[in-house]
């Protein structure tokens, strides 16, 4: 399983010269205050993770794979390992470089509000893992990225659709009030995500046929 992880990464390096242009630009705009860098910068990761489907895909890799020993299993467990370290390692990343911003322009640091940032999209990120790969281990990269955007619109479509005829300001209280809590809560949400869309994940990939 770790050829596997260590195969995921190789991609990831190969990729993400691409990306590097993005990050200037978002790096820039962060620096200016029209945008939060702890936001983009596990987004991104995300991003050049969910490529290595489409290089999977591509070459066939897929077909290799599976006759490997334990090879549904591990094909599975090493995406969802892979990307676990990817956020964690570019959450870290942007989390030095929001404080160095913060510091650059205030001449002080304002650690509470960079880690809150943070933990929300680190759980945004986690959504996305959650949603998109069970989508993709059965559907493709290409289907999967295109079904996960319709469902992303149409979840926010009918919340945009409800909100003109409930009162949501409760919710929105409700929500606001866990931000003390977001140290504790988002790490457990995200593993109960995870541990869902990876049984999700694997039991779609177990069936498939190659």
Avoid: H
């Amino acid at each position: 399983m770790l050829g596997l992880i260590k195969k995921d990464f190789l991609l990831i390096k190969a990729n993400s010269k691409s990306m590097i242009i993005i990050f200037i630009i978002y790096l820039m705009m962060a620096f200016q205050g029209t945008f939060d860098v702890t936001f983009i910068v596990p987004l991104i990761g995300i991003m050049l993770f969910i490529s290595t489907f489409s290089y999977d895909d591509f070459n066939n890799w897929n077909s290799y794979a599976v006759t490997l020993p334990d090879g549904r299993k591990n094909v599975v467990r090493a995406k969802y390992i892979a990307s676990i370290i990817l956020t964690i390692i570019l959450g870290i990343v942007s989390l030095a470089i929001g404080v160095g911003i913060d510091y650059a322009k205030t001449n002080s640091i304002n650690l509470d509000e960079t880690i809150s940032s943070l933990m929300e999209t680190v759980l945004s990120s986690v959504i996305i893992i959650s949603l998109l790969y069970p989508i993709v281990f059965k559907f493709g990269a290409t289907n999967g990225r295109i079904i996960l955007f319709a469902v992303v619109f149409g979840i926010a479509g009918i919340g945009a659709l409800i909100s003109q005829f409930v009162d949501m300001t409760y919710i929105i209280n409700m929500i606001n009030g866990l931000d003390s809590y977001s140290l504790i809560a988002i790490p457990i949400i995200s593993v109960i995500l995870l541990g869902i869309s990876y049984l999700i994940s694997n039991k779609i990939y177990q069936s498939k046929e190659f």
